[in-house]
């Protein structure tokens, strides 16, 4: 694999780079740095944000820009505050060892006249929006003349913004260009149309297929009734305890309501949207960044140029109108080599629009089941116990408490205590799901079928037919009572389990649902586990010769030791 060195870069680059941690360039910058390093070349790099193309452009610009010289040299334009922000921190970070190169950043919404100031002090690079960087050429504040290099990141989402007008201006005037690099995650027409008329013979490069998402993304969707969608929202969330994510509505006004329900009902979320002022924005956002908000519900216009680390999922309460729109806002998910989830929330009649993204993403969709009540809050049993178990106890005078605990728990035995730290968590889900009803809706079904289902009642009740869905409760209801078989399987507590955490690794490995198990034994190095018979098969064919942490599973009849 190449190294930042072997790309032709400055030595204090390459330090630079290496002290933030960057061992190889990713794919852009690999195929940009060396072509960008030569000052004359126009190139369009077609890449998302995530794939690194900030430092693909920004670490060849401070190579090539005399330092010695205080006048603006480089021009970068971007659609919002919050992307002109990052490019400047990312500059920042691999001028460190430049002290000699100055960047700032112009953007509406803040003091002109502060921005004005920055620029005086002899800047050689601009990072800009649009509309700013007129208004400050019209003030006469900035000069385009000794401008070499322009960048034009994020060029899509600039042109969806109405911005094309004030694009061309700035490549209008600027009369001793030597080159333009344009970045971009789509390549709509207007944009090659802006590419011929103001770039020459410009070299491109995909990263990635042009159009198509980050292939990190899973995307997801859900199908359920219209009216359901909010409590379809609601169940995802709390199927995903440790989710960190941002949710996208079409208007404001869903962005507000959502916000506040979820607010009200105990939820750490935030709404953004342009009603907002720019502090109250920056409060959200600064909210969102600490954690202290796990989700933020927006809009697309207020979410643009958001570029917030380690995202886990990306939630489409509605498909948004533009299939573009999809490819940004499931771009903020699934960042720099991580892994996150798209997930949409649509209604049956919508299935065609779903298609219609499907053809631009060019990724599997995974059609989901709503989670049931009970799965929800055995999610949430689980992610609490593991949460308790991982509780840090090293901080702070626990041990002088212990004596205290123990005269105090001295009548109550250990199930006792942990039965009621669980009701005391888990009283909230538990009493909201306890009658929750199937959200999902399944091809074929009628409406009647739809609410029978949806209120828990089968067609039995009706005196219908009883159909596969009826007998599916009935399992769902029914302590297992059948005939039953051991396994063996060699792990045990050692491997890190304790009892529930198991239960759940079988389960999740093989697909099964906890009432075709009994009961289970489990030792150091190896467990016993009841299953209902008809039911072994499908367990052992799951869980035999897979490995967990680099060691193969074994499973079989504990009875005939044999493989079933
Ligand atoms: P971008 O596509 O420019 O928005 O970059 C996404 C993220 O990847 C940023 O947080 C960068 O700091 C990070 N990044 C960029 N290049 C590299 C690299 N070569 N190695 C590791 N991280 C990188």
């Known amino acids: ?109 803040a003091s002109i006249s502060l921005q004005i100031r920055d620029i005086k002090r002899g800047v050689q690079i601009i990072v800009a929006t649009p509309g700013r960087l007129i208004d400050l050429i019209e003030r006469k504040a900035v000069n385009l003349e000794k401008i070499q290099y322009v960048v034009l990141d994020e060029a899509d989402e600039m042109l969806n913004m109405g911005f094309q007008d004030d694009i061309e201006f700035i490549l209008k005037n600027t009369p001793i260009r030597e080159s333009t690099w344009l970045f971009s995650a789509t390549m709509p027409a207007a944009i090659r149309k802006v590419s011929k008329k103001y770039m020459d013979n410009p070299v491109e490069i995909t990263v990635g297929k042009a159009n198509t998402v980050n292939t990190s993304i899973d995307h997801q969707y859900y199908v359920t009734a219209a009216q359901h969608r909010y409590e379809t929202l609601k169940r995802l969330i709390d199927f995903n305890p440790g989710i960190y994510g941002i949710i996208f509505t079409r208007t404001k006004a869903d962005a507000q309501n959502i916000a506040e329900k979820l607010t009200r009902e105990g939820y750490d979320i935030d709404a953004l949207h342009g009603d907002l002022t720019q502090p109250q924005r920056d409060r959200v956002m600064k909210q969102f960044r600490d954690r202290s908000l796990q989700l933020l519900i927006a809009t697309d216009v207020a979410a643009r140029g958001i570029d917030v680390k380690e995202i886990t999922h990306v939630i489409n309460y509605e498909l948004p109108d533009d299939v573009e729109v ?88 250990k199930e006792e205590v942990l039965k009621r730290v669980a009701a005391l968590e888990f009283d909230r889900f538990l009493q909201y799901y306890e009658n929750a009803g199937d959200l999902n809706v399944r091809p074929g079904e009628n409406r009647a079928d739809r609410r029978d289902r949806q209120t828990g009642r089968d067609r039995r009740d009706r005196g219908g037919d009883n159909d596969r869905r009826g007998q599916r409760k009935d399992r769902d209801n029914r302590d297992f009572q059948g005939d039953t078989t051991r396994l063996f399987i060699n792990i045990g507590t050692k491997d890190g389990f304790y009892k529930a955490s198991f239960l759940q690794f079988i389960l999740d490995m093989s697909d099964l649902r906890k009432d075709v198990l009994g009961r289970i034994d489990m030792k150091e190095m190896n467990s016993w586990v009841e299953i209902d018979k008809n039911a072994a098969t499908q367990m052992v064919r799951s869980l035999d010769g897979k490995k967990f942490k680099g060691r193969k599973i074994r499973m079989n009849d504990a009875e005939t030791g044999g493989r079933r």
């Open 1 to 109: 694999m190449i190294t930042f060195e072997q790309l032709g870069l400055d030595d204090r680059l390459v330090k630079a780079t290496s002290e933030l941690g960057y061992i190889h360039p990713t794919p852009i910058q690999e195929q940009a740095i060396p072509v960008l390093l030569g000052a004359t070349q126009d190139l369009i790099g077609l890449a998302q944000t995530g794939t690194g193309k900030t430092a693909a452009f920004a670490l060849p610009l401070l190579s090539i820009i005399k330092e010695d010289k205080k006048y603006p040299q480089a021009l970068i334009v971007c659609p919002t505050r919050e992307l002109c922000l990052q490019i400047v921190k990312e500059i920042v970070g691999f001028k460190k060892f430049m002290k000699e190169i100055n960047v700032v950043a112009v953007y509406g919404g």
């Open 326 to 413: 999809y490819t940004h806002r499931s771009g903020r998910t699934g960042r720099a080599g991580s892994t996150g989830i798209c997930i949409s929330i649509i209604h049956s009649r919508e299935s065609y629009r779903l298609k219609q993204i499907q053809k631009i993403v060019q990724a599997p969709f995974n059609k989901m089941e709503i989670p049931s009540g009970k799965d929800v809050c055995r999610k949430q049993f689980f992610s609490f116990m593991d949460r308790l178990l991982s509780a840090d106890v090293s901080h702070g005078d626990y041990e002088s408490y212990v004596p205290m605990l123990e005269e105090r728990f001295a009548d109550i035995s």
